[in-house]
């Protein structure tokens, strides 16, 4: 029973398209996160929700829209596709902030 | 800016022999720190975790070393089996104008039977 999922695992799309990912957590976690992994394989955060409300919005381009329907569901939606945006993202939660992260298996997000 | 620094993108190390795993940290508002392990097409899993009033923290094999004057840190797996070879994460969070949890590029590690 996975405890952080992620859907889609893989999505290749064209540019300039709007698309979702979902993710979704059975761990009764108060606080869930949005990372991405570029690249270079750095993981960056993107976002972090706590009981449905916002806490972390980092420097984030606005097409990219997170949306939290109750404290065990975070999704991301992603408006005007860019080449850029091409990465693998993952989903996490945690009971806390200052408590380890449970990952979801990451979406890889291809755009061409 | 990297704030965590992992400096070695990789370490190979026989399999029963220590492996040590080194992170460095520039933001003295951190106050906890965290490794994680992952493994290709998964998500990070977390491995184990120091608070700054700590400067040891051992679960089993692994154990993980805070310095915090030099801001660093380092994690140790006695003995290395093939299935820690894995991309590990240095991570740290802390007060740093909002909770988050800034990783670093991580290190790949390949134990050799």
């Known amino acids: ?112 | 800016d990297q704030q965590v620094k992992q400096n070695s993108p990789s370490l190979s190390v026989q399999e029963g022999r220590i492996s040590i795993l080194n992170c460095d940290y520039t933001n003295s508002m951190f106050d906890y720190f965290l490794w994680y392990k992952k493994y290709p097409a998964e998500g990070p899993t977390f491995l184990i975790s120091i608070s700054s009033i700590k400067d040891k923290n051992e679960d089993g094999r692994f154990t993980v070393f805070l310095n915090k004057s030099a801001k660093h840190l380092s994690l140790h797996i006695v003995p290395s089996q093939p299935g820690d070879s894995a991309v590990y994460f240095c991570a740290a969070s802390g007060n740093t104008g909002g909770f988050k949890t800034i990783f670093g590029a991580g290190t790949r590690l390949f134990v050799k039977a």
């Open chain 1, 1 to 112: 029973d996975t405890a952080v999922s992620q859907t889609p695992k893989y999505l290749v799309t064209q540019m300039g398209n709007d698309k979702s990912i979902k993710c979704e957590q059975n761990l009764g976690h108060d606080t869930m996160y949005w990372y991405k992994q570029d690249s270079k394989k750095f993981l960056k955060i993107m976002f972090s929700y706590n009981n449905k409300e916002l806490i972390i919005n980092e420097t984030v381009p606005n097409r990219f829209s997170p949306k939290s329907p109750d404290k065990a569901h975070l999704n991301l939606h992603i408006n005007s596709l860019e080449l850029g945006d091409s990465a693998v993202y993952f989903c996490a939660s945690s009971p806390g902030q200052t408590y380890g992260y449970t990952f979801g298996s990451g979406t890889r997000l291809t755009v061409v």
